[in-house]
């Protein structure tokens, strides 16, 4: 056996190297294909909102994954299967999900100001208690979000009985969902009015309206691929997948038979030189 039929057989070494490159390269086009088929319904979230998102999709029987914001390392990405993206929003706005941020105390006073007016001391105290009210408020099961507008008592200098100017008045909205909600409409006077000095509980305006009314959870209409059931939106991929290994499949087979007759010719060629 000379040196030139030993160096042969590498070539159809090189052919099952570059069929293994040609199955990885299908499998990466697969898996691009599988991702592509979720999109993004909410971004630039914290990591606690992140998670409530995630857990009242997953209570509401939407899939969806969290992963981290490629444009803010600390942010958060929710994605849903594109099927079920309508649907998802819908569902987050019943909830009243992700909830806005409540800018209490101490996200008020955080950054101060060189030389603030009393005005502007005024409308800064006055943003910051009307946000802790509003964060109280949302804690109550039931209520998806609260508004509440402050109107601080305005002392009367030249008064004898030191009645105020402008009496303390306060107008709370909320919003919430069509089940009972634990709290009356005197427990939030009540409460709005312990949180601001000079104002009675008769001065708080309550007004309460309905939230969106979740999209019913039906049950999820499935496709047939073969003998298998699958999600609509997965059909596709789940067919691309399957041909893409058939073909594979077929490739290999005829190289692996290609081979096989030129390792066989080879085979001939050498006992007869020898």
């Not at 994954?65 to 803010?72: P, Y």
């Not at 949302?138 to 109107?151: C, K, M, P, Q, S």
């Not at 893409?244 to 080879?266: E, N, P």
Request: proline content about 6%.
């Amino acid at each position: 056996m000379n040196l030139r039929s030993c160096l042969r057989p590498n070539r159809h070494v090189d052919q099952f190297l570059v069929m293994s490159r040609a199955m990885r390269a299908l499998w990466i086009v697969v898996v691009a294909f599988a991702i592509g088929c979720s999109t993004p319904i909410q971004h630039g979230l914290d990591e606690t909102a992140a998670n409530e998102v995630l857990t009242a999709l997953e209570r509401g029987g939407v899939e969806a994954n969290k992963t981290r914001d490629e444009s803010n390392g600390e942010a958060f990405v929710i994605s849903v299967p594109k099927v079920h993206a309508v649907r998802a929003l819908q569902l987050l706005q019943s909830l009243g999900l992700p909830r806005g941020r409540r800018a209490g105390f101490g996200e008020v006073y955080k950054q101060t100001s060189l030389v603030p007016t009393p005005t502007e001391e005024r409308a800064r105290y006055l943003e910051a208690l009307a946000g802790e009210i509003e964060r109280t408020l949302e804690t109550v099961d039931g209520v998806v979000t609260a508004r509440v507008h402050l109107v601080l008592a305005e002392p009367d200098p030249l008064a004898v009985d030191s009645k105020p100017r402008v009496a303390a008045q306060a107008a709370v909205l909320l919003k919430v969902r069509p089940e009972p909600v634990a709290l009356r409409e005197a427990d939030v006077q009540k409460l709005v009015a312990g949180s601001v000095a000079g104002l009675l509980p008769e001065s708080v305006a309550v007004v309460v309206t309905p939230a969106a009314e979740a999209p019913s959870q039906r049950a999820p209409t499935l496709a047939s691929v073969g003998p298998l059931q699958v999600d609509p939106g997965s059909r596709k991929l789940l067919l691309v997948a399957l041909l893409g290994g058939l073909a594979v499949i077929a490739t290999l087979a005829v190289l692996l038979l290609i081979t096989a007759r030129r390792l066989a010719a080879v085979d001939r060629r050498d006992r007869e030189n020898s």
